[in-house]
């Protein structure tokens, strides 16, 4: 499998459906909290989201669900980047919850050569996150800046070479 593309790889319109999947369990929840130090209960109280909240159960912290989404476009999108440039939006349309499995896609908007280097350019893609019924959970609109071909070493040891989608 292919790790990344080049600028020449992206095709305006290419949609990318990104796998595996990933179910987020209550302790994939409960660790991206700790770690990112959301103490927010609706997260991690139980007794709380049963009592308190709208919908009676926890709500998976959505940098986690983005943080998935982003993961899985790597080997699509990323893999090569020079680097992320921006994420220009980011929505929750809709919530996560334990035992939920997140899958997703990118779609690409647009490509263009870089302004100020001719060795590489930026592409804007916008990524959906999905649950297993199918409903939008994540959505987010970013640009990367990814090399040429002509500009990236091919000749590297253990480097899938560059295919077209």
Request: overall charge negative.
């Amino acid at each position: 499998m292919q790790f990344g593309r080049c600028l020449e790889d992206f095709t305006v319109g290419d949609v990318y459906k990104h796998w595996p999947g990933k179910t987020i369990t209550e302790a994939d929840d409960h660790l991206f909290c700790m770690i990112t130090m959301n103490h927010h209960p609706l997260h991690t109280n139980l007794h709380y989201a049963e009592n308190e909240s709208q919908f009676k159960k926890n709500v998976v912290v959505g940098n986690l669900v983005y943080s998935l989404a982003l993961g899985m476009s790597v080997p699509d999108v990323s893999g090569r980047a020079i680097a992320n440039l921006e994420i220009e939006s980011l929505k929750h349309p809709a919530p996560v919850f334990h035992g939920d499995t997140i899958y997703a896609e990118t779609e690409v908007l647009e490509v263009s050569e870089s302004k100020s280097k001719p060795d590489r350019g930026i592409v804007k893609v916008h990524t959906i996150a999905y649950n297993q019924g199918g409903t939008i959970v994540c959505e987010f609109t970013r640009k990367v800046m990814v090399p040429k071909r002509e500009a990236y070493p091919d000749d590297q040891p253990g480097r899938p070479e560059p295919r077209k989608a």
